[in-house]
């Protein structure tokens, strides 16, 4: 089992910045992929961003690209994405996953962080 806690959502205005955070814990010791997900009202759950177990590898849906960057600590077990130059469509909750293998369906999720851009 792995659990996941997300931080660091809020309210920012457009062009502003925000920062999440996922802390893992719990059958960590073979360090799986992670990834942000997010979903807005009304539509499915999308891939924003997912990072190897090293780091080494990531990738990014289109619509972030060039403006968010996921990172992570592992001696921390924890991801990050920062979060730049947001867009009133980027408003949505914010899910973190955790999968066993890079570029695998995750297998947990954390409870996620709501984050509203406004106009």
């Known amino acids: 089992q792995v659990q996941l806690v997300e931080s660091g959502g809020g309210l920012v205005q457009a062009g502003g910045s925000l920062k999440l955070s996922c802390a893992a814990s719990?059958?960590?010791?073979?360090?799986?992929?992670m990834g942000w997900y997010r979903q807005a009202p009304g539509k499915q759950r999308e891939l924003v961003a997912r990072?190897?177990?090293?780091?080494?590898?990531?990738n990014y849906a289109d619509s972030v690209k060039g403006r968010f960057t996921i990172s992570r600590d592992n001696a921390k077990n924890t991801v990050y994405l920062q979060m730049s130059s947001l867009k009133p469509e980027d408003t949505a909750v914010y899910y973190c996953?955790?999968?066993?293998?890079?570029?695998?369906?995750?297998?947990?999720w954390g409870q996620g962080t709501q984050v509203t851009v406004s106009p």
């Open positions: 990072i190897s177990s090293g780091g080494g590898s990531t």
């Open positions: 719990g059958s960590t010791s073979s360090i799986g992929a």
């Open positions: 996953g955790y999968s066993i293998a890079y570029g695998l369906f995750p297998r947990y």
